[in-house]
């Protein structure tokens, strides 16, 4: 199984940019996805997850009023939607597979990662 994320960039605060992951290769049934982001020094957060149709989603609560996971229902494809960057947006943002259809806040429950997509905000 593969991850690809992408969407990330260098920003200005105040601008929004639209995340996108790919799941590729071997298909196990349903499951859910997930968005973590790193900061420098920091550790790995759970930003948003998403269920198998798309409707169940779960949000760091410091960050729902910005942050919006969408999924087509059964697709191979998740988004993560950020306005009003802030500099302290700044990280790795993650996509994650988890072989099950219900979400879940914990990275430990999931069972592939991607690479990675930076996003840089600037002041």
């Known amino acids: 199984v593969q991850l690809q994320a992408s969407g990330g960039g260098l920003v200005q605060a105040g601008d929004s940019l639209r995340l996108s992951c790919v799941v590729s290769?071997?298909?196990?049934?349903?499951?859910?996805m997930g968005w973590f982001r790193q900061a420098p020094g920091k550790e790995r957060e759970f930003v948003a997850s998403?269920?198998?149709?798309?409707?169940?989603?779960y949000y760091e609560d410091s960050l729902k009023a910005r942050f919006a996971i969408s999924r087509e229902y059964g697709g191979n494809a998740a988004y993560l939607q950020i306005t009003n960057l802030k500099p302290e947006d700044t990280a790795v943002y993650y996509c994650?597979?988890?072989?099950?259809?219900?979400?879940?806040?914990?990275?430990?429950?999931?069972?592939?990662w991607g690479q990675g997509t930076q996003v840089t905000v600037s002041s």
């Open positions: 994650a597979v988890r072989e099950s259809m219900l979400p879940s806040r914990f990275s430990n429950e999931y069972n592939y």
């Open positions: 998403v269920n198998w149709g798309g409707s169940w989603k």
């Open positions: 290769g071997r298909t196990f049934g349903n499951y859910a």
